[in-house]
């Protein structure tokens, strides 16, 4: 073979990345793969008018800012979809598939919800899926998953897979700042968008674990059917608190196998400091997999930005050429599976970890006792009462530790607890994650 042909629709930063990785490492490509990968098009808003320097190493690609100009070129045979979302780049990728182009995608808002039926369709037609690039950028874990330790029956998998929550969470615990002043630095910085909800609320993190969850487990799961919980309520008192119980606060992505189903969920939580995972900072992320043979096994890298999802990009696109190079007559399933089950979550509520709950309070006696009879006509046992020494005694905060109980009860719980009249805001409730060894 000569040469293959690729298209790359977005330059965004992924896009950009992609392009730069491309041009830094051609001759290394070609060294791989045994012929060169050649960009033929190049397809941005734009494009025509303020094109990246990145693209000025291809002055022979095709430039337009019509994206069908790429995937119906004849000189295309393999499209890069890096325009995310779910509108624009549906249409693309279907496009491609009625081309007969295999495609590469970092799309995983897209591919949670609409993957498994995309690569039916992908596969019926001859041609290639690829999307490393989806979850956590610079870490292969498509790749684990699929390839890696796919002899293995995964029993759990808990991560950090949110660079922008994880960035503001750290640098809460390191400057004792608010959340809101963080995440302001944040979008002045270019870590967090202009309305950060999908971050700071949880989704961006729930679609990465539905993808994870199909790869892991062979389950078809919609997003909306995860647990989710967002960081917005946790504080720096949050930090001080959980350090005198020896942990910190993450937001955490959780799949495990439990005795009535999966048990998947998106939220902050405690995780001991004696753990990797406590030890994450700022953008990076993090996954750690348990086995049921293989035990432990521990991956961490860049979650997000240009090169490093770029090099999950550019890798994809060398699987593909290799696939498309062997004339294979069936693809590579990029979720792991010949077929995955469509599955429902097992309710968080049936999850049992032991729990931290922080109140803000306006003083008066008796509180402890008010709120320990609700615990103990729930079923709960109390573990232990911290607090850290405050005179605002109309908003006096303190934190209540559990002993192991369930979701459910908890809940019900904390719920009771609002409708008392010295609570200054609703209790804050986060686990604290058992899933992990030292």
Known sequence: MSSLQLGIIGLGNVGRGTLRILADNASLIERKLGFPLEVAAICSRSVLTAPPSEADAFPNALRTTNWREVVESPKVQIVAELVGGTGVAAEIIETAIEQGKSFATANKELMAERGHDIWTRAAARGVGLAMEGSVAGGIPIHAVLREGISGDRVESLIGILNGTCNYILTEMERRKEPLETILAEAQQLGYAEADPSADVDGYDARSKLALLA?????????????????????????????????HTVRLIASAERAPDGLLLSVRPALVRETTILAHVQGSYNAIWVRGAHGADTFYYGRGAGSTPTGVAVVSDLIRLAREIANRGDKRISPFAHSDLESYRPVSIEKQVRPHYLRFRVKDRPGIIAELGSILAAAGISLDAVLQEPSYQKDDLP????????????????????????FMVEPPVAMPLEAGLQT
């Open 214 to 246: 199909a790869l892991a487990f062979g389950v078809r799961v919609q997003p909306p059917d995860i647990h989710v919980e967002g960081i917005r309520r946790v504080r720096p008192m949050d930090f001080a608190y959980a350090r005198r119980l020896g």
């Open 398 to 421: 303190f934190v209540i530790t559990l002993e192991p109980t369930s979701e459910g009860a908890v809940r019900q719980a904390v719920k009771k607890m609002n409708e008392l009249d």
